[in-house]
């Protein structure tokens, strides 16, 4: 086992590379050798949360290109949607797939890049995107906010809280204790 060592290449897509890794070296040795990345953190944007990944690999030579086994854990930052306050989710996910070279390659699937690259950390970012948290909250969970006034209390107990009016001609329809029944007024 050896280290790969950062690609200081550009890929080919328009975006820069996030986290390249160079597999010539690893291409050279016959299938079933194996190369261990050195553990990396990386911090990326996702539809305006932070996202920060740590990646732990190891990859593989196979017959048509190499396999990528990867362990990512990553936390999501953003507000929560309730208060705003800054939150957090931890997340956590697996990778493991084959990056094949081009002449083996046939369709829509993961191919080495130029130099034999692969931008293991853009790999890495789109996984967590898939179990990234839709909604986030305050951990523990903040009070819920008031539809009314916005502080953190329920809506029906808002002080501020004006009665239906509705409800008052109701109210008024009640009889009360000690009153005669009939028409008011
Ligand atoms: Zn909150
Ligand atoms: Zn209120």
Known sequence: MSDLNEATGVTDAATPALYLIDCSPLLAE????????????????????LMQATVEARVDRTN?????????????????????SPAH??????IDEEVLEERHAQGDV???G???????????????????????HCDPLCPERCEHCGAPH???????????PRLAVLGSLLPSSGEERGIKD
Not at 41 to 48: A, I, K, P, R
């Open 114 to 136: 130029r130099g034999n690259s692969i931008d293991l950390g853009r790999i890495a970012v789109e996984s967590l995107d898939l179990v990234r948290r839709l909604v986030l």
């Open 154 to 164: 329920l809506t029906q107990e808002c002080p501020e809280r004006e009665v239906d």
């Open 30 to 49: 016959p299938p079933g050798a194996s190369f261990q990345v050195p553990e990396f953190t990386l911090t990326s944007t996702l539809e305006g949360e």
């Open 89 to 94: 989710a931890d997340l956590e996910t697996h």
């Open 64 to 84: 048509r290109g190499v396999r990528l086994i990867a362990q990512v854990r990553g936390v999501q930052e953003g507000a929560c949607a309730r208060c705003l």
């Open 110 to 112: 993961e191919r080495l």
